[in-house]
């Protein structure tokens, strides 16, 4: 079965980090592209970071550039959404998400197949 957990969300102050994981089960993340979304209330869930298999290029939305990194480690089959200089703005709930091949689209989020739970995170001013 395949599988997402998200963890690592939590309540911070402006000007902190965190570090979110989602742990992959049932499949290898390696063989996978894979996105973090994040959605607040009474927006659309929008897209702030993903990674492609193919050429293991990274992308990150201008909302959070230069704040926020992506990486994976393979032996954990675990990915990240490394956060700095949080703002009250990055207040969400933030997702994982996998799908074999999302080419180009990786921040639209109706072309991935598999997704987590979801972690909350909430900034303080």
């Known amino acids: 079965e395949v599988q997402l957990v998200e963890s690592g969300g939590d309540l911070v102050q402006a000007g902190e980090s965190l570090k979110l994981a989602c742990a992959a089960s049932?499949?290898?993340?390696?063989?996978?592209?894979i996105g973090w979304f994040r959605q607040a209330p009474g927006k659309e869930r929008e897209g702030v970071s993903c990674?492609?298999?193919?050429?293991?290029?990274?992308y990150v939305a201008d909302a959070v550039k230069d704040r926020f990194t992506i990486s994976i480690d393979s032996a954990k089959n675990t990915v990240y959404l490394q956060m700095n200089n949080l703002k009250p703005d990055d207040t969400a709930v933030y997702y994982c998400?996998?799908?074999?091949?999302?080419?180009?689209?990786?921040?639209?989020?109706?072309?991935?197949?598999?997704w987590g739970q979801g972690t909350q995170v909430t900034v303080s001013s």
């Open positions: 998400a996998a799908d074999r091949h999302v080419g180009d689209f990786g921040f639209l989020a109706k072309v991935y197949d598999y």
């Open positions: 049932g499949f290898n993340l390696d063989d996978y592209d």
């Open positions: 990674k492609r298999k193919n050429d293991g290029a990274s």
